[in-house]
């Protein structure tokens, strides 16, 4: 035996991140602070190429993202790239900036998938939540059109203290739509989303009726719905495995080419991302510094580095780390072997008048 590292696996799934410009302003938002202006969008060939290294490495899914994707008007030529490169596409979408017309032209260019996010089940809240007048209704119409196109259908509904409480009526308008899984994802402070953390974080109790009904709802739509479920980590006593693992599953490419382990990395201010624009994409996932910070289980201090679900978890999120403890290496204080996971629970204690008002997002371009 010599020993040697073993060799690091293609990640499965890329998301490109194609535009941060967006119609809507959700105040839970992921993108970073500082949004990507259009003149500095990787161009409709540098994107092509980067779906071809993405195949070449391995990657079996993208996830065209943003932002709102359709607000690149190249989009059509993008899934016709992404397709070729024989990568799995899926639309990730507020659903406006489409019509029939063009959704009919991506499906015929080969789009697999819509993912299309509700932000609510009544239209004077759902478009208060999300910042557009007019777009619950849109997004009815065009849930419509992928199932007359007979495209496969997600629906994404980030919950939040001001729409949790609608969480049943959000997995019957799921099923109505004709959608076969639904992500049910509760608020997560990343990005734009951390100013807006006092009008967004969902009660312990919220969060308690909500994991009941997911968990009632999975047993009576066996069959229908999948239902998706990310709970509120800040009630947890364990982390996620964030992104499966820093550098182990996935990776983003961000609208100016920044290649990143996950979409808030931002945050870690000691790392260095680097762009397709000036290295491969296989080199990047393989051998940048940034990628290797943090993968496989060597980088962790206690209390992950000798726990038994250090191979589980990873450890948790990075960017929460660096968020909660200032530190990209530390146990992610959801867990409650942190100590820090006191600090965590601390920013939970939220008045019950608290202000409900947000700080909407804008990068409109
Ligand atoms: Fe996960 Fe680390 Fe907590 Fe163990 S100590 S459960 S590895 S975050
Ligand atoms: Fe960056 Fe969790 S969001 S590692």
Known sequence: MTGAPSPIAPPMAMLA??????????????NPLELTKRDAELSTEEWCDIFRQAGALGVLHVHLSGGEPA?????????????????????ITSGIGLTAARLKKLADR??????????GTEQESADRFGGYKGGH???LEVAQWVAELGLPLTINAVMHRQNIDRLEHTIDTAVAL?????????VQFQGWAAKNRTALLPTRAQVEAATRTVEA?????????????????????????????????????????????????????????QSVRDAALADIWRESPAFNAFRGIDWM???CRTCDR???????????????????????????????HARLQDLTQIAEDAPTDFVYRTLNG
Not at 17 to 30: A, I, K, M, Q, V
Not at 110 to 119: E, K, M, P, T, W
Not at 241 to 258: A, R
Request: hydrophobic share 35%; charged share 25%; glycine share 8%.
């Open 137 to 139: 209704t849109r997004k």
């Open 110 to 119: 080969g789009l697999d998938h819509v993912q299309l996010s509700i932000q």
């Open 178 to 186: 004709g959608a076969r899984r639904l992500e049910v994802a509760t």
């Open 17 to 30: 991140e194609l535009t941060h410009r967006c119609p809507l302003s959700c105040p839970y938002c992921s």
């Open 217 to 273: 709802a999975r047993e009576r739509l066996a069959g229908t719905l999948v239902i998706d479920y990310v709970p509120a980590d800040y009630y947890a006593r364990f982390p996620k495995p964030c992104m499966g693992g820093w550098g182990k599953v996935g990776l983003v490419v961000t609208p100016s080419g920044e290649v990143k382990p996950c979409h808030a990395a931002d945050i870690i201010k000691t790392l260095d991302f």
């Open 301 to 303: 201090q206690e209390p």
């Open 71 to 91: 607000s690149r008007r190249d989009l059509e030529t993008l899934v016709t790239a992404a397709r070729d490169a024989g990568l799995y596409t899926n639309l």
């Open 310 to 340: 250090r191979e589980l978890d990873f450890g948790g999120c990075r960017c929460q780390a660096m968020a909660i403890a200032g530190d990209a290496a530390a146990t992610d204080p959801a867990c409650e072997k942190s100590p820090l």
